[in-house]
């Protein structure tokens, strides 16, 4: 636990986790832009102790400073160093708080005017309801497991499969990136908005979509966008339109239950449907900006390592169920399965998260508090978590926790008890307390189900016929959870011989007799 200070209105959001080992229990990484540190007289000896926050990169720069006045014109940032804080930290939600820098962001990024503005912003003193906090129930409650989640999974799966069938016997090279990012964004934009909606109609919106994620830093610092963030900018208003259309034509009555759930909040509090429009890019990006990142890792760790699509090939075939239809052949994956069947393919997907899910969680402290009664945090300081550098310590994983071993996650329980738990609690790719990620049921279906057919019925590799490599990740943008490949990766997919004529579909109700 350190405590660095800056006067200036800036503040790294994000680290990146190459960061040398010899910290014991994880990471400072803190990039200030010009700055004057003070002195450590003004630290009060129940703080944590100061450390000059080192410069080993440049970060992503956020300026949340500028608009809330003197609150935070000093500013500390604490860095959480250690698994157990970490969690302290995620529980004490109430001072240790998301939900002024996220309303602060949202509201930026989709460039929200006053009035749309106030409604997210408004906090009651009492904790009685508000937008924010409807909305947080909403989501949770959409999102959680049973029957709407049920009926997202099925909507999303149906779609990937599709993309699936769609691959023929003859090679076919595909930009992997690429083509995961267009499936699953057209995919999610389905799901949610059901059919038609505005990406089904204008396919060139996909870009957009993603162009406004690459942006999302710059957006929300709100430093003349248009100049600093052109395309995030266009992007912007290019979507707010066509979805005030599809909400004006009626369309919205074939949303799924959480976009449904959303509007009657944001109708109730008084948001407007060109508000409501604003906010839809933002949505479609949340969906897919983890999500297409760490499928498209779990693909390549996977087909980098031969024997493991052979041992994957065992496991995932036991919960397939092949029929003859109408004379059409179909093979069946059942998904409800997959997590009790399927401990591999579950610790692959466990694996690339701890990896390549490197992102820090970001909070504010409204209120002087002690942290898991030890230190004394300040009010108006930043809290910085950063998850991802605790999934890859070396004293919590060992000597090859750098490198891809879903193994670990299956011989766990042989370890020492201390070992096993120090694990657990570092391992946080989905964050923790009351921002824990609603959308964390989804994504291991989405990606899981998805990769899983994918192994099954499906070669991959190189363009030159050789397997697949993991390829560096992009330079960390601000704002930005889970990496992207620095160069895209063209493969050539086929259909595997037992497979060529199969038709793929994915059972989300049934278990296999
Ligand atoms: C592998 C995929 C995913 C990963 C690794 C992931 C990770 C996370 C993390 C770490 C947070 C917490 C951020 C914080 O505490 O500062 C979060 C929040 C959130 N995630 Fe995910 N996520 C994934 C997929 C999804 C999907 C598919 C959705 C569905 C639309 C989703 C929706 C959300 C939402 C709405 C929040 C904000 C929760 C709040 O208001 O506090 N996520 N996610
Ligand atoms: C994967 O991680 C989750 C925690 O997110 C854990 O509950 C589960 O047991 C792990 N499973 C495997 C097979 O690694
Ligand atoms: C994902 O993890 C692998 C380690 O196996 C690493 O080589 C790769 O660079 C990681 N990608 C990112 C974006 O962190």
């Given at each position: 636990?350190?405590?660095?200070?800056?006067?200036?209105?800036?503040?790294s959001?994000l680290?990146?986790?190459?960061?040398?080992?010899?910290?014991?229990?994880v990471?400072?990484?803190?990039?200030?832009?010009?700055?004057?540190?003070?002195g450590?007289?003004d630290?009060?000896?129940?703080?944590?102790?100061?450390?000059?926050?080192?410069?080993?990169?440049?970060?992503?720069?956020?300026?949340?400073?500028?608009?809330?006045?003197?609150?935070?014109?000093?500013?500390?940032?604490?860095?959480?160093?250690?698994?157990?804080?970490?969690?302290?930290?995620?529980?004490?939600?109430?001072?240790i708080?998301?939900e002024?820098?996220?309303?602060?962001?949202s509201?930026?990024?989709?460039?929200?005017?006053?009035?749309?503005t106030?409604?997210?912003?408004?906090?009651?003193?009492?904790?009685?309801?508000?937008?924010m906090?409807?909305l947080?129930?909403?989501?949770?409650?959409?999102?959680?497991?049973?029957?709407?989640?049920?009926?997202?999974?099925?909507?999303?799966?149906?779609?990937?499969?599709?993309?699936?069938?769609?691959?023929?016997?003859?090679?076919?090279?595909?930009?992997?990136?690429?083509?995961?990012?267009?499936?699953?964004?057209?995919?999610?934009?389905?799901?949610?908005?059901g059919?038609?909606?505005?990406?089904?109609?204008?396919?060139?919106?996909i870009?957009?979509?993603?162009?406004?994620?690459?942006?999302?830093?710059?957006?929300?610092?709100?430093?003349?966008?248009?100049?600093?963030?052109?395309?995030?900018?266009?992007?912007?208003?290019?979507?707010?339109?066509?979805?005030e259309?599809?909400?004006n034509?009626?369309?919205?009555?074939?949303?799924?239950?959480?976009?449904?759930?959303?509007?009657?909040?944001?109708?109730?509090?008084?948001?407007?449907?060109k508000?409501?429009?604003?906010?839809?890019?933002?949505?479609?990006?949340?969906?897919?900006?983890?999500?297409?990142?760490?499928?498209?890792y779990?693909?390549?760790?996977?087909?980098?390592?031969?024997?493991?699509?052979?041992?994957?090939?065992?496991?995932?075939?036991?919960?397939?169920?092949?029929?003859?239809?109408?004379?059409?052949?179909?093979?069946?994956?059942?998904?409800?399965?997959?997590?009790?069947?399927?401990?591999?393919?579950?610790?692959?997907?466990?694996?690339?998260?701890?990896?390549?899910?490197?992102?820090?969680?970001?909070?504010?402290?409204?209120?002087?508090?002690?942290?898991?009664?030890?230190?004394?945090?300040?009010?108006?300081?930043?809290?910085?978590?950063?998850?991802?550098?605790?999934?890859?310590?070396?004293?919590?994983?060992?000597?090859?926790?750098?490198?891809?071993?879903?193994?670990?996650?299956?011989?766990?329980?042989?370890?020492?008890?201390?070992?096993?738990?120090?694990?657990?609690?570092?391992?946080?790719?989905?964050?923790?307390?009351?921002?824990?990620?609603?959308?964390?049921?989804?994504?291991?279906?989405?990606?899981?189900?998805?990769?899983?057919?994918?192994?099954?019925?499906?070669?991959?590799?190189?363009?030159?016929?050789?397997?697949?490599?993991?390829?560096?990740?992009?330079?960390?943008?601000?704002?930005?959870?889970?990496?992207?490949?620095?160069?895209?990766?063209d493969?050539?997919?086929?259909?595997r011989?037992?497979?060529?004529?199969?038709?793929?579909?994915?059972?989300?109700?049934?278990?296999?007799?």
């Amino acid at each position: 636990m350190h405590v660095t200070y800056s006067t200036q209105s800036i503040v790294s959001f994000l680290t990146k986790s190459s960061w040398p080992a010899f910290i014991a229990f994880v990471v400072v990484l803190t990039s200030l832009l010009v700055l004057r540190f003070l002195g450590a007289k003004d630290v009060d000896p129940e703080e944590p102790p100061v450390v000059r926050p080192r410069i080993p990169f440049v970060g992503h720069m956020i300026g949340l400073l500028r608009h809330h006045n003197n609150y935070f014109t000093l500013l500390r940032i604490y860095i959480v160093q250690s698994p157990e804080l970490a969690h302290a930290a995620f529980r004490q939600s109430k001072t240790i708080d998301f939900e002024t820098i996220k309303g602060y962001a949202s509201c930026k990024a989709v460039a929200f005017g006053q009035h749309a503005t106030d409604v997210v912003n408004f906090r009651p003193p009492n904790g009685e309801d508000s937008y924010m906090s409807d909305l947080h129930q909403e989501m949770y409650g959409s999102l959680a497991q049973g029957p709407n989640l049920l009926e997202t999974n099925s909507r999303v799966l149906n779609y990937l499969a599709r993309s699936l069938n769609a691959i023929q016997t003859t090679p076919k090279e595909y930009p992997l990136f690429r083509w995961l990012r267009d499936e699953y964004t057209l995919g999610s934009a389905a799901t949610l908005y059901g059919l038609p909606n505005p990406l089904s109609e204008d396919p060139n919106l996909i870009e957009s979509v993603w162009d406004f994620e690459h942006d999302l830093g710059v957006l929300v610092l709100d430093f003349f966008p248009k100049i600093t963030a052109p395309k995030g900018y266009a992007a912007r208003n290019v979507v707010t339109p066509v979805f005030e259309k599809y909400y004006n034509a009626g369309l919205n009555k074939n949303a799924n239950t959480l976009v449904q759930r959303r509007e009657v909040a944001a109708r109730q509090w008084g948001l407007t449907t060109k508000e409501i429009s604003q906010a839809e890019i933002s949505i479609i990006m949340a969906a897919g900006t983890n999500t297409v990142p760490n499928a498209f890792y779990m693909i390549c760790h996977i087909f980098s390592q031969p024997d493991l699509v052979i041992a994957l090939r065992q496991e995932i075939n036991k919960i397939t169920s092949r029929k003859t239809r109408d004379g059409i052949e179909t093979v069946a994956l059942h998904i409800s399965m997959l997590q009790s069947h399927c401990p591999l393919i579950t610790a692959c997907f466990n694996e690339t998260l701890r990896l390549n899910k490197t992102g820090a969680a970001v909070r504010t402290v409204l209120e002087d508090v002690m942290l898991d009664n030890r230190y004394l945090l300040k009010k108006g300081a930043f809290v910085q978590i950063p998850t991802g550098l605790l999934q890859s310590d070396l004293n919590v994983w060992g000597p090859d926790a750098k490198q891809f071993n879903p193994q670990r996650f299956l011989t766990q329980n042989s370890l020492p008890k201390d070992v096993r738990k120090a694990q657990n609690q570092a391992y946080m790719p989905f964050g923790g307390g009351k921002n824990l990620c609603p959308g964390r049921h989804l994504a291991y279906t989405e990606i899981v189900a998805f990769v899983a057919m994918l192994v099954l019925g499906f070669e991959l590799s190189t363009s030159d016929g050789g397997k697949l490599h993991v390829p560096k990740g992009e330079f960390q943008r601000l704002g930005v959870a889970s990496i992207s490949p620095e160069k895209d990766l063209d493969i050539l997919i086929t259909r595997r011989k037992e497979f060529e004529d199969v038709t793929w579909e994915f059972d989300t109700g049934t278990v296999m007799e």
